[in-house]
C-alpha cells in the first residue's frame, strides 16, 4: 500500500533522523543504514539506484551522508522530501555539537581529551589512506588510460604543486564531462 506524501516525508525524516542519530563511523556506516531502511525494509528505491546515488553522494563536495540525503530525499519526495531527509540527517549532529561547544573550554584544557583527539587523528590518518587506496585501486581496475592519467595528475597537483583540491576536483568533473560527451558523439555511452 502507497503512503501519503505527508506520511512518506514523516517516514523519511524519522527514518533519517534515528540513522543519523545512532550511526558512529562516517557518511559510508550511514550509507549502509540508509540502504537497509530504504531498499531492503521500505522498498523505496532499488539496489543499483542506492549504489549510484552513493558513487554520486562520495564524488560531491560535502558529507557523504547529507549527499546521500538529499539524493533519497528527492527522489522520494521532491525539494520538500529532500528538506525532510537533511534536517532529519544533520539535526543529532548539530545537538551534540551544539552541547560539546557549552563545555569547550573545560574539554580543550583537559590533557586526557587532547591525548585522545591526538589519538583519533591517527586513526583519521588511517581511515582516509584506506578510503585513498581503496579507490585508487578501482581506478587501476579499469585500466583506462585517461582515468589513470587524472589519478596521477591530481596526486601530482595536490602533493607536490599544492594546488587548491577544489581546482583539481573542477579539472577532474570536466575531465569527465568532455569524456562523456565524446562517447555519446561517438555512439557510445561512458
Not at 531502511?37 to 532499488?46: G, T
Not at 520538500?80 to 557549552?102: E, K
Amino acid at each position: 500500500m502507497e503512503q501519503s506524501k505527508p506520511k512518506r516525508l514523516l517516514t523519511l525524516f524519522a527514518s533519517m533522523l534515528y540513522i543519523s542519530a545512532f550511526t558512529f563511523g562516517g557518511g559510508f556506516v550511514i550509507v549502509t543504514f540508509m540502504k537497509r531502511k530504504f531498499v531492503d525494509e521500505l522498498h523505496w528505491i532499488d539496489e543499483r539506484e542506492m549504489l549510484d546515488m552513493t558513487a554520486l553522494a562520495q564524488s560531491s563536495p560535502g558529507p557523504i551522508a547529507v549527499n546521500a540525503a538529499i539524493q533519497v530525499g528527492w527522489k522520494m519526495g521532491g525539494f520538500a522530501g529532500m528538506l525532510a531527509a537533511v534536517l532529519g540527517t544533520i539535526i543529532p549532529p548539530m545537538a551534540i555539537l551544539t552541547v560539546i561547544s557549552l563545555f569547550y573550554q573545560k574539554f580543550a584544557a583537559n590533557r586526557y581529551v587532547a591525548l585522545v583527539l591526538r589519538g583519533m587523528s591517527c586513526g583519521v590518518a588511517a581511515v582516509i589512506l584506506d578510503v585513498s587506496v581503496s579507490l585508487g585501486r578501482n581506478v587501476l581496475k579499469t585500466k583506462n588510460g585517461v582515468y589513470l592519467a587524472v589519478m596521477a595528475a591530481a596526486f601530482v597537483a595536490t602533493f607536490f604543486l599544492k594546488i587548491n583540491v577544489a581546482w583539481i576536483i573542477l579539472s577532474a568533473a570536466l575531465i569527465g564531462v568532455i569524456m562523456a560527451l565524446a562517447a555519446r558523439k561517438g555512439g557510445k555511452r561512458a
